[in-house]
């Protein structure tokens, strides 16, 4: 989302932004169909780590499909208030929500809020694109060559299940083997997991869920559990759990007024997380906001976690009926590119170490001649200087190379490596494993649910 790349289909090039807008009025036109009139509510979702600009070309995907009275919330958001509101949760309590897709992991602590409110997001969401089921099933085909992506696939999820699997051409692999081969993927992607816990800055947790289709691996669940202390629960319909917790939101007329108001954590740029157009008279047919909040989550987790950039194939052909990019009544030639922000730059002399991708900044002796501050930093590369508070809250007491570390917020040393939120950007900001000098995060501690 966002990339300057474009997606070629059939030789013609289409930006994301383009291909979602199709999708989301072929879904609102599949659901007319289904009941009868045109839906006056949507509810439609996108990964909690992406930063303002995705948000924004996100926000662009909705004028371009012409929905009105639609509401975007986060993945994370919706599958955990759809778990707090099964476990009758009071206010304040905090659980970790760990998304295992496809193609990217994401972490981040929500809190719960009271009567049924979106929970809020505690702390900076974490997310990766070098891990996920994707990076599983690449592996995987390296120690079974020739294997189709369907055998893999297949074969992942059945251990999952079972101790041994066997493919078409009687080849067997088991469990353990699997386990083997992944555990330094399952490594990377639960530092995802200890980053997002450490920058929230909460002691207690009451329950980390995992959600996703790699959310089964038995590996996975063994080292979450081995690092946290709190309950670890794989959600119920893993796969689909976002579409149902979005279904769930826009079938509850009583968190309306709170949708259309609330505001993202200030940790996500200033920017809103839950975003609405002018408000509309609610549906009184709640089946139908049901099926169209399931649908439309569905489809467009499929299209904006994977899409297949480049590669001449369509992306919703994966997800869904191709055949509806094309009856939807949008134009993608007449849509443009947008443009992706300004490539960073990296610093080769430093070794990179197997974590899976972050945003840091390695400070300097000086700054256009001047001592550098966090305000500063955090004004140079995020635009508002207010936000050091998130950068503070990435780097709090984390060990640095010289042995020292960050507890005040006037006090930075050169070299130190600090952590930056994912929508940094400008001179001196790197994307990549943070350095390998860079000390692993320590096992969060939290409390039993009550």
Known sequence: MGEPSPILIDSAPYSVETLLAAVLVAC??????????????????CPVSWGAFRRERFDDVLV????????????????????????GTVAGRHIAIFDVGGGAVEAVVLRSGVHGAVPEIVGVPVGSDRVGGDAFDKVLGQHLSGSTPEQLRAVKHELSRVQ??????????????????????????????????RSAGIEQLDAVLLVGGSARIPLLLTAIEDTVEC?????????????????????????????????????????????????????????????????????????VLGPGRGSGRSPIAEGSNSSHATTSGTNPSNTPSHSSAAPSTSDDSIP??????????IVRDAYQGQQEFL????????????????????????????????????????????????????????????????????????????
């Open 64 to 87: 371009l499909a012409g929905v009105g009275g639609c509401v975007v919330v986060s993945d994370a958001q919706a599958v955990a208030r759809r778990w707090f509101s099964a476990q």
């Open 231 to 303: 309950p670890v629960e794989v959600v119920d319909q893993p796969d689909t759990a976002v579409a149902l917790g979005a279904a769930d939101l826009a079938a509850d007329p009583a968190v309306t007024g709170s949708i259309a108001t609330a505001s993202m954590s200030a940790t996500l740029s200033g920017s809103s997380a839950l975003s609405s157009s002018p408000a509309t008279r609610w549906s009184s047919r709640a089946v139908l906001l049901t099926v169209l909040g399931a649908l439309v989550a569905v489809v467009l987790l499929v299209i």
């Open 28 to 45: 609102l036109d599949d659901a007319e169909q289904l009941v009868g009139e045109r839906p006056e509510r949507v509810v439609v979702t």
């Open 375 to 450: 305000f500063e930093i955090a004004d140079r590369f995020l635009g508002d200087g207010d936000r050091l508070g998130e950068i503070f809250a990435l780097n709090k007491g984390r060990l640095q190379p010289d042995g020292a570390a960050l507890t005040d917020v006037n006090d930075i040393e050169s070299g130190w490596i600090l952590v930056l939120p994912a929508d940094a950007k400008g001179a001196g900001v790197q994307h990549g494993p943070l350095p390998c000098c860079f000390p692993t995060p320590v096992p969060v501690s939290a409390s039993p649910a009550s």
């Open 352 to 361: 990179q170490g197997p974590g899976p991708v972050s945003t840091y900044y």
């Open 164 to 197: 041994q699997s066997t493919l078409p051409d009687g080849r067997q692999i088991s469990r353990g083997e699997f386990e083997e081969l992944v555990r330094p993927l399952v490594r990377s992607s639960v530092q995802v997991l200890t980053e997002a816990i």
